[in-house]
């Protein structure tokens, strides 16, 4: 099946510092990445989605200059949190969309959790 | 807003025995229904699907059914094992107005298996 890799799996920051977040897929190319966050017993939240090569969509009060996301190719996007600060702690995970015809499924990556000091 | 949300935020079951989790949407417009797992430190892994022109869909151990005339949408687990343990998220996905299709996810009902 389609693998979807994210890296780090973990970091902790100190408050202030920026953070970068790498989704990857694997084995297929992905025309479309979409970006969740989850807080700890809660449910995945998208935050923004991101389509090779054009900017990213971000979801309602998601701050876009705090995360910015860049999708420079079909097997990569990154995620980064700049001026981390300790409310955006929290387990990121990316899931990436099958560019193929009439595919819908979306695999997802193991997550990242981040925690900032 | 628009919402997909879960009745049960925990369900304890014997193992062996079946489970059941419940999922409302109240979105009709969603055409496309898929139940995740997810344990814990981990993202979400795929358990079975289901389209809107479907009301009955069977995998191995699983079977998603789907009542769009209460939007509701429920996950069978045969004989539960211990390591069905976790927590089942339904997602439902929207076309959106530029082609994508992003998930929205249920709150999640957490499954403990008692041996």
């Known amino acids: ?117 | 807003g628009e919402s997909v949300g879960l009745h049960l935020p925990t369900l304890s079951v014997q193992e062996g025995d079946n489970s059941i989790i419940n999922c409302a949407y109240s979105n009709s417009a969603s055409d496309y229904f898929i139940w995740y797992k997810q344990e814990s430190g981990k993202g979400p892994q795929f358990i079975i699907d289901i389209r809107s022109n479907m009301d009955k869909r069977q995998g191995q151990r699983v079977t998603v059914l789907l009542n769009k005339t209460v939007k509701h949408l429920s996950l069978q687990i045969a004989a539960t094992q211990p390591g069905d343990s976790a927590v089942y998220f339904c997602a439902e996905n929207l076309a959106l107005d530029t082609g994508r299709r992003a998930l929205t996810f249920g709150s999640g009902t957490r499954l403990q298996v008692q041996p």
Request: charged letters at 20%; a neutral charge.
């Open chain 1, 1 to 117: 099946g389609a693998v979807v890799s994210q890296h780090p799996s973990w970091v902790i920051c100190k408050s202030g510092t920026s953070v970068k977040i790498e989704c990857r897929s694997l084995d297929f190319q992905a025309t479309t990445m979409f970006w969740y966050r989850q807080f700890p017993k809660q449910s995945l939240m998208l935050m923004a989605t991101s389509n090779e090569g054009s900017k990213a969509t971000y979801e309602q009060g998601v701050e876009k200059d705090k995360f910015l996301i860049n999708h420079a190719s079909l097997t990569l996007s990154t995620l980064t949190v700049t001026s981390a600060h300790p409310e955006d702690s929290s387990f990121y995970i990316c899931s990436a969309r099958d560019g193929r015809a009439g595919r819908d499924e979306q695999f997802f990556g193991p997550g990242t959790r981040l925690t900032v000091l």
